[in-house]
């Protein structure tokens, strides 16, 4: 396959996972922590792959939503609130 082949496999399964987190934390609200890593420039990277999934969700979002007769958005019904007696 060759190193050319080896980077572009490694680089799309990258930004996959990059668009995964997006998706999930445009679901949950869940964010990924970069202090922990130690190096300015390793969170730098960091944040530029997470703000590329992010642009690439927006993307697919946009994309989904020029073709409604092809993807249609589900109506999640909302869970009742308990009102105390």
């Known amino acids: 396959m060759g190193l050319v082949g080896t980077l572009a496999h490694a680089s799309f399964d990258v930004v996959l996972i990059a668009v995964c987190l997006a998706g999930i934390r445009r679901a949950t609200g869940l964010t990924l922590q970069t202090s922990y890593l130690s190096s300015k420039s390793h969170q730098r990277i ?21 073709y409604p007769s092809v ?12 009102s105390p007696d």
């Not at 960091?46 to 020029?66: C, P, Q, W």
Request: proline content about 6%; aromatic content about 10%; glycine content about 10%.
């Open 71 to 82: 993807f249609r958005r589900e109506q999640v019904p909302r869970p009742r609130s308990e």
């Open 46 to 66: 960091l944040g530029t792959v997470v703000g590329v999934g992010e642009r690439l969700f927006d993307v697919a979002v946009a994309f989904m939503s020029a």
